[in-house]
């Protein structure tokens, strides 16, 4: 009698696995064919990624000058150098520090110790891009060259200013004292008409009350802070 063997044969494959897999890579070669170049041609185009436009430099930092960007990035200053200012920045200056500022319009702004000021902008038809400062605390000196505007936003009062130059304080509890030095100023809020504040004047706001009507003051006091930046 004849042993049968009890190896197995080798498993033919199923006859569809051949159909399928010429399917599979008739369909790979026509979506090549048609997309591939397109693809290849986006992958050697270089990506033009968008640039936020410089507003300004700061120059001079007796102590630290912190500036917080949008994205979370924090840069800092020590001494004299040029560290670029964007729209949406948050600038600060501790203990013990003061910074100068010059933007491109050519407004010159100094901080005194312990300011923080947030840098904004709104587009207005008649005036285009209008620069707005929102002091949180702190003290500012400003000096406008002709009929550039500017706003500076306080828990308290809005100044609105062009062509001028001033000091605002902004203290611990909102309360904001606005200086003039030269030009006119307009301060306002919720609780009364825009007040005009003239050379050597002194007008001060505070949380749910009317802007002071503007009073004569001694300059000299009020800006002898900024001969440490400003030269």
Not at 100 to 124: C, K, P, S, W, Y
């Amino acid at each position: 009698m004849q042993r049968r063997s009890s190896a197995l044969a080798p498993a033919k494959p199923p006859i569809f696995v051949p159909i399928v897999l010429l399917l599979v890579a008739a369909s790979v070669g026509y979506a090549w064919a048609t997309c591939g170049p397109a693809f290849e041609a986006e992958r050697r185009t270089p990506v033009v990624l968008a640039q936020l436009t410089i507003v300004g430099h700061a120059q001079n930092a007796v102590g630290t000058l912190i500036v917080k960007r949008a994205d979370g990035r924090v840069d800092q200053l020590r001494g004299r150098g040029s560290l670029p200012l964007y729209e949406g920045d948050e600038c600060r200056t501790e203990r013990g520090s003061k910074a100068l500022i010059r933007f491109a319009d050519g407004t010159q702004v100094a901080l005194n110790e312990g300011t923080t000021f947030l840098l904004r902008g709104r587009t207005e038809r008649a005036r285009g891009v209008l620069r707005i400062f929102r002091l949180l605390i702190g003290e500012m000196w400003m000096k406008t060259p002709g009929p550039q505007a500017l706003e500076v936003e306080t828990p308290a009062a809005t100044a609105a200013t062009k062509g001028t130059e001033f000091n605002i304080r902004v203290l611990s509890d909102g309360k904001s004292i606005l200086t003039v030095i030269e030009g006119m100023v307009e301060f306002r809020n919720e609780f009364c008409s825009p007040c005009s504040t003239g050379k050597a004047a002194q007008s001060i706001a505070e949380r749910g009350k009317r802007c002071t009507d503007p009073v004569p003051v001694s300059l000299a006091p009020a800006i002898a802070w900024i001969a440490d930046v400003v030269r």
